[in-house]
């Protein structure tokens, strides 16, 4: 039997679409432009080289040619379509040289050039080079990085990673300038989590796969649901403190009731909620149902919070608490089904409880996020080759076809600010919560009531790579606009 599945073979022929402006490179350029934000001036100390720097957008004109040498490292959790970013880069004619898990492999210098991306296009995974979520903060950690790409004679290095991933990138960004070094930082944002966003970042890789994957595993536990008609699912969805990617597979599936961390409820009246939902379709002849939770929802219900304050959780390098491994789900089915004695329930409350999170971040890419990624690495290789450092790749219009996309390197300091972290304060981006204004966030209020009786299940099936663009191309539901 062949070692690849046919599947994996076709997806190596994908042909990413890309904006029209990457055509041709020698004909594009990076023009600075006003930034529509400022950074906090409490980060002037911090940042004193790199705190004034302009947004630069992408515009027609001449292109410098010239040959570039650039590190790439991915960071953190996995994210589909990760390696896309590495074939963009690698098409542009750059050498690349991949460092192994994550900032550890910059620090230690450990890593390879990539001779042969073909293997890895619009494939899952991280894997060609690992990931790992090395904190680079202490003098000496900088030191060594610099040494790296001063060695390896890089003209840049890319950052792919999420909001703790692209901390790093304005670090190492800022102490490059610093020391005279001619090596350019530049970030691409990455997370399932959906958390790194911006009025100008719409959305990170990653994202739309993993949605897509756990969309497709909650329809079908919601057919299974009606079909055997003796579960209540509840199912716990990966997305760290932010509730982005529960949202989105609420849009994408109509559960009963799904949980938004960020309306910051009580325990008590979530518990109430949901046992008042139970009670309500046992009246209606229903004893099942699909209930939706996000994993951080634990660090916005006080009493919860409390409690994960009280007990020493382990935490990150990066000083977030691991929510992923608390089980929130199992909790609430508790204090749910005491909540049914007091009331005297009459019907059964049979549980089965489910935990996605692994199982989307490594799915392979979504004709969106193949496309996207694979711009994202054209892009990165162009702002490094027209000097730009401290920055982040942002797309616009990512709802319209890819053609379409517009392109800015944004500042990473304007994403920063303090926060306490390990109970030290420290620059950080912040992890953008879902917005109570957001108009994804708005349709699903006005619609979430009529899903907890009448059974509105939708069942969005597997990724589609072949076929109906209206299938296969599909942008993320909270991109409405
Ligand atoms: P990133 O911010 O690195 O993209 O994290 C993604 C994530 O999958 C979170 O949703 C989750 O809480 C965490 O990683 C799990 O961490 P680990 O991979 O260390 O178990």
Not at 66 to 85: C, D, T, Y
Not at 453 to 459: G, I, S, V
Request: charged fraction near 25%; hydrophobic fraction near 35%; proline fraction near 5%.
């Amino acid at each position: 039997m062949d070692s690849l599945s046919p599947l994996q073979k076709k997806r190596l022929d994908y042909k990413p679409a890309i904006p029209d402006l990457l055509r041709d490179l020698r004909k594009v350029h990076f023009k600075a432009m006003k930034s529509s934000q400022r950074p906090p001036e409490t980060l002037k100390k911090l940042f004193p080289k790199s705190f004034d720097l302009p947004t630069h957008q992408l515009v027609e004109g001449r292109g410098e040619e010239r040959e570039l040498k650039i590190g790439a490292l991915f960071s953190g959790g996995p994210a589909p379509g990760g390696h896309n970013v590495l074939a963009g880069m690698c098409d542009t004619g750059a050498k690349v040289f991949g460092f192994f898990n994550g900032p550890a492999g910059l620090v230690e210098n450990q890593g390879r050039e990539i001779e042969n991306i073909d293997p890895y296009r619009n494939q899952g995974g991280f894997d060609l080079l690992g990931s790992g979520r090395t904190k680079i903060e202490t003098r000496e950690q900088l030191a060594a990085s610099l040494k790296t790409v001063k060695e390896r004679r890089l003209d840049g290095l890319v950052v792919i990673g999420g909001d703790d991933s692209n901390t790093n990138a304005a670090l190492l960004a800022e102490y490059f300038l610093e020391h005279g070094s001619q090596t350019k930082v530049v970030g691409v944002p990455k997370t399932i989590d959906g958390d790194l966003k911006s009025e100008e970042i719409e959305i990170p890789f990653g994202f739309d796969s993993a949605c897509k994957t756990y969309a497709e595993i909650i329809g079908n536990i919601a057919r299974d649901a009606q079909s055997s008609r003796k579960y209540y699912h509840f199912i716990k969805l990966m997305g760290r403190s932010a509730s982005h990617v529960t949202l989105e597979c609420a849009l994408a599936t109509h559960p009963n009731l799904a949980l938004i961390g960020e309306e910051r409820r009580g325990l008590q009246e979530i518990v109430g909620e949901i046992s008042e939902m139970i009670c309500k379709r046992y009246e209606a002849g229903k004893e099942y149902g699909v209930i939706l939770l996000p994993e951080g929802l634990i660090e916005f219900v006080p009493e919860l919070h409390q409690g994960i304050q009280d007990v020493p959780l382990e935490k990150d390098p990066h000083g977030n608490i691991q929510v992923s491994q608390i089980q929130t789900e199992k909790l609430l089915v508790e204090l749910v089904k005491k909540e049914l004695q007091k009331r005297r329930f009459k019907g059964k409350l049979n549980t089965q409880e489910h935990f996605l999170g692994y199982e989307g971040r490594s799915c392979m890419p979504s004709n969106f996020d193949a496309n996207y990624c694979y711009t994202l690495g054209r892009m990165a290789t162009l702002a490094i080759r027209d000097g730009l450092t401290g920055v982040i790749c942002s797309v616009q219009h990512l709802r319209k076809s890819p053609r379409e996309w517009g392109m800015k390197a944004l500042p990473l300091v304007q994403l920063m600010d303090l926060e306490i972290r390990s109970g030290k304060e420290k620059p950080v981006i912040k992890k953008a919560l879902v917005d109570m204004k957001q108009k994804s966030f708005v349709y699903f209020l006005r619609h979430r009531k009529s899903w907890e009786l009448d059974d509105q299940y939708r069942y969005p099936g597997p990724i589609q790579f072949f076929g109906d663009p209206e299938v296969t191309d599909a942008a993320p539901l909270s991109l409405m606009d």
